[in-house]
């Protein structure tokens, strides 16, 4: 069984101050990672998709990395506007559903 | 843009009561999820769709039945509501980055 398991559940973060959110999955071959923003009340929108080891991706203050183990979304001088929860996903090889964590609430201060 | 529309926005029903939710994307993509959203529990899926009449069971269908009789409609519905599927549905399409979901149906059942 696919399982996903996201860390710490809730963040707080002066504006700023880096920091990173953490990713542990254990899937039956990896096909892809995803991570998504939600903001409340909305649908999650989608950030980035990892599909190796080694792979890294980078959208404005925001950069995914992927081990063959676990991801980490990176946050670099947060500003308020990033408080938002995201979601980390896993699809495995051959399906095409995506298993979903539970996500990590994210609070930037300013 | 996917062009996803969720209907309706939200609802709330009695116990026992049919209810049917309604998702409807533009672009004629095969794949169709729905997803269920609650406190501690984070996406969980309950059905998703393949193709016209294409229908499967996710981790939570148990009181949940589906609908594709189109390409550009998935309907999921709860044949007897139980304040146990009081939560937020989303609906979702796979596209070419990953999945684009909807903004949500929130289900009050009382």
């Known amino acids: 069984e696919d399982q996903v398991t996201q860390s710490p559940e809730a963040l707080r973060l002066q504006e700023g101050e880096s920091s990173s959110l953490n990713c542990s999955y254990t899937?039956?071959?990896?096909?892809?990672l995803f991570w998504y923003r939600q903001d409340p009340g909305k649908g999650p929108e989608f950030l980035f998709t990892?599909?190796?080891a080694g792979e890294e991706k980078e959208k404005e203050r925001l950069k995914a990395t992927l081990t063959k183990k676990e991801s980490f979304l990176h946050i670099t001088a947060p500003k308020p506007e990033d408080s938002a929860t995201y979601l980390c996903?896993?699809?495995?090889?051959?399906?095409?559903?995506?298993?979903f964590g539970k996500g990590t609430m994210l609070l930037v201060s300013p | 843009d996917a062009g996803i529309t969720q209907s309706p926005r939200h609802k709330v029903t009695e116990t026992g009561t049919p209810v049917t939710l309604r998702c409807h994307q533009t672009?004629?993509?095969?794949?169709m999820y729905w997803y269920r959203q609650d406190p501690g529990h984070g996406l969980r899926l309950i059905h998703y769709?393949?193709?016209?009449?294409?229908?499967d069971k996710g981790e939570v269908s148990d009181g949940y039945s589906v609908s594709r009789s189109k390409t550009e409609d998935f309907l999921l519905t709860l044949e007897s509501a139980t304040s146990s599927q009081t939560s937020v549905y989303f609906c979702?399409?796979?596209?070419?980055?990953?999945?684009?979901f909807g903004s949500g149906t929130r289900l009050t059942v009382v």
């Open positions: 899937v039956s071959g990896l096909r892809g």
């Open positions: 672009e004629n993509h095969r794949y």
């Open positions: 990892l599909y190796s």
């Open positions: 979702a399409i796979s596209d070419d980055v990953g999945y684009t």
């Open positions: 769709s393949y193709g016209v009449k294409d229908t």
């Open positions: 996903a896993v699809q495995a090889s051959g399906y095409s559903t995506l298993t």
